[in-house]
């Protein structure tokens, strides 16, 4: 398991118990026996432990602590909502003495394939449970699809069950290859970059609760509830209701504060989402109008933050409002300025 995750967990678990919050595992040893040998048993494993180098080892004082550690451990699957809305948890028997040789495997397929995979196991049967996290409302899957020709793929698009939208990515207003001609002069696209394109023709404003569902030929179909804040009451008795979760260390988890943050994102003209919900992540994004003056879309541009540099940002975000004041204007959105006297 990385360190952002265990950090997180630690953070997160019912009963923090004062572990440090910058390891990469944790492991719970408990002695069982003959009370006259215990003392013995744990001189040993305290022996074996500094002998491989471990970081610190710790020894339950009374019973009531005991009860604590053990009541943090069984806290180790609900605390992973702090860090993921979803997870496939898998359920596997190895033999010990292959356990580092796994670990370093679930290890290499997390860096492969771009997944956050939690590892909480019972070490001494070789029970083993990978946590593969993911966000299933995210647009975005672990794995990115390769195959597909992106400038000929129907999709299509249903509200409350109803088709709504059926039609060929050839058909969108700004083709694929204008896209990635224009990006290509203001950043350097790298295999593994991700652009978010937005929807071919067919567009259809949507209320809170509605169903979407989005099918793509070739890939499957995503399924989702619109929830949509109108007014700053709504979106607080939202957020009483279901929080703030934390996705990373700058991740906005105070409400007066991510108001203060709408004030500002409003002002601007523009949002920022500095690793605030993926750790190496960093993202510019602008409002969609259209001509009744209600935002309908959105569009961002996300990338490495080590190429996301806050010159770049700024850059960007000044771009990304022009981009976003044109596109409104296709839709016949027209700004309302003052007349000053």
Known sequence: MNKPAK?????????????????????????????????????????ICRRHHVREVKVAQSEEERA?????????FGAMGAISTDYLVQDGVIPRSRLPEVLNEIANISRKYGLLIANIFHAGD??????????????????????????SVSVKARVNGVEKQNSPTELMIISISKMISYLSHVMT??????????????????????????????IGTLRNTFVAAKAPAVAAEIIDRKGLPRHTDWTITDREAFFRELDTIRQNGYALDLEENEYGIR????????????????????GPTIRMTDDRIMRLAARMRQIGKELSARLGHRPIHSVQP
């Open 7 to 47: 950090s997180s967990t630690l953070r997160a678990a019912a009963f923090p118990v004062g572990h440090p919050k910058d390891i990469a595992a944790l492991l719970l040893i408990e002695v069982d026996g003959i009370f006259a040998g215990i003392d013995e048993q744990i001189d040993d494993i305290l022996t």
């Open 68 to 76: 604590r550690w053990w009541a943090n451990r069984k806290t180790g």
């Open 126 to 151: 070789g029970n083993l449970h990978p946590l593969v996290l993911f966000d299933a409302s995210k647009p975005l899957g672990p794995v990115i699809e390769t195959e597909l020709d992106p400038l």
């Open 189 to 218: 696209l790298q295999p593994g970059d991700v652009i978010l394109t937005g929807s071919p023709v067919g567009a259809e404003l949507v209320g809170p609760g509605t169903v979407i569902e989005c099918e793509v030929d070739g």
């Open 283 to 302: 993202c510019v994004a602008v409002p969609i109008f259209d001509y009744t003056g209600s935002v309908v879309a959105a569009v961002s541009v996300f």
